[in-house]
């Protein structure tokens, strides 16, 4: 049997790149549910044939590129574990920009009704629910499969005040007041969307221009009689402009600010309507 240390030796051998070593860590880590720190102090210890079965074939995995976090199963977002499976996107933490700013607007109001449109794992909704405790968010997906794996991550005791809804955008609350609408939808143009093989297509593929799901959340915002108070929008590399021209457009007298990522590029729009 391998001992703990050749096996992680092995294994960063094969995979070769400036962090298989933590990688490694990471994957034999969630095989013995050891920590780090008990890992390192049991190097000369023998893995035992079930588990060293399943390191090697999770190393298969991760060599043919599947994402680390889709083979443990699990994501940290805005200092939050979530569960996450490939059913849902893995979160960004460019996302993070979206909720820090929505938390920032939700303070100002005493019990902020929040929609998260697109709500995937519910990283979103969760942290919002989380740090706004007199909020109420209200979680909407297309996917029944995210809807699942976001209930399973709002289980915890402080985020009784999330529901969640499967909803074509907003098409399944007509009637429902919102202070924020907050929307990480689909954006990846359709033919750049198809080299990711991991995650869902329903949560990558914009259409042509990546724009699909943006333009149509806007027109379905524009015709309801109570619009929210405020709009925040995640978007890819290049359609600010885009994203820009159509909120002014949509909603005469809105204004929108543009936040950037780490990178730094435009990446969040925030309307006020
Ligand atoms: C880019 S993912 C974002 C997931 C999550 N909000 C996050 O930031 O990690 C987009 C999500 O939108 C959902 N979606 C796609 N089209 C939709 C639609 N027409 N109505 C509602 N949700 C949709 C997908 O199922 C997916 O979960």
Redesign the pocket.
Not at 83 to 112: C, D, F, H
Not at 122 to 139: D, E, M, N
Not at 146 to 171: H, M, Q, V, W, Y
Not at 200 to 228: T, V
């Given at each position: 049997m391998p001992t703990i240390g050749s096996a992680l030796d092995r294994a960063s051998a094969r995979l070769n790149g400036h962090s298989a070593r933590s990688d490694t860590e990471v994957l034999l880590r969630h095989v013995t549910g050891l920590s780090r720190t008990e890992l390192l102090l049991k190097l000369d210890r023998e893995l035992d044939q079930e588990s060293s079965t399943t390191y090697y074939q999770l190393i298969d995995r991760f060599e043919a590129g599947e994402p680390l976090q889709y083979l443990t199963g699990h994501m940290e977002?805005y200092g939050l574990d979530f569960y996450v499976n490939r059913s849902?996107?893995?979160?960004?933490p460019e996302?993070e920009i979206m909720v820090e700013k929505a938390i920032e607007i939700g303070k100002r109001y005493p019990t902020p009704i929040i929609a998260?449109?697109?709500?995937?794992?519910?990283?979103?909704a969760v942290t919002l629910a989380k740090h706004l405790p007199q909020s109420r968010v209200i979680a909407?997906?297309?996917?029944t499969a995210?809807l699942e794996i976001a209930r399973r991550n709002a289980a915890r005791p402080e985020c009784t005040n999330i529901e969640f809804i499967k909803?074509?955008?907003l098409?399944a609350v007509p009637d429902r007041h919102f202070d924020i609408i907050c929307a990480?939808?689909?954006?990846v143009p359709s033919a750049e969307s198809q080299s990711n093989r991991f995650e869902?297509q329903?949560?990558?593929d914009g259409g042509p221009d990546g724009l699909n799901?943006i333009h149509?959340l806007i027109r379905q915002m524009s015709s309801r009689e109570d619009k929210p108070e405020w709009l925040l929008l995640?978007f890819g590399t290049g359609q600010a402009p885009a994203v820009k021209s159509i909120l002014d457009k949509t909603f005469p007298g809105s204004q929108t600010e543009i936040l950037r990522d780490f990178i730094p590029l435009d990446r969040i729009s925030v309307t006020k309507l």
């Amino acid at each position: 049997m391998p001992t703990i240390g050749s096996a992680l030796d092995r294994a960063s051998a094969r995979l070769n790149g400036h962090s298989a070593r933590s990688d490694t860590e990471v994957l034999l880590r969630h095989v013995t549910g050891l920590s780090r720190t008990e890992l390192l102090l049991k190097l000369d210890r023998e893995l035992d044939q079930e588990s060293s079965t399943t390191y090697y074939q999770l190393i298969d995995r991760f060599e043919a590129g599947e994402p680390l976090q889709y083979l443990t199963g699990h994501m940290e977002f805005y200092g939050l574990d979530f569960y996450v499976n490939r059913s849902v996107l893995i979160p960004r933490p460019e996302t993070e920009i979206m909720v820090e700013k929505a938390i920032e607007i939700g303070k100002r109001y005493p019990t902020p009704i929040i929609a998260d449109v697109g709500s995937g794992s519910g990283a979103v909704a969760v942290t919002l629910a989380k740090h706004l405790p007199q909020s109420r968010v209200i979680a909407l997906d297309v996917s029944t499969a995210a809807l699942e794996i976001a209930r399973r991550n709002a289980a915890r005791p402080e985020c009784t005040n999330i529901e969640f809804i499967k909803s074509d955008l907003l098409g399944a609350v007509p009637d429902r007041h919102f202070d924020i609408i907050c929307a990480n939808l689909p954006y990846v143009p359709s033919a750049e969307s198809q080299s990711n093989r991991f995650e869902p297509q329903l949560a990558l593929d914009g259409g042509p221009d990546g724009l699909n799901a943006i333009h149509r959340l806007i027109r379905q915002m524009s015709s309801r009689e109570d619009k929210p108070e405020w709009l925040l929008l995640e978007f890819g590399t290049g359609q600010a402009p885009a994203v820009k021209s159509i909120l002014d457009k949509t909603f005469p007298g809105s204004q929108t600010e543009i936040l950037r990522d780490f990178i730094p590029l435009d990446r969040i729009s925030v309307t006020k309507l």
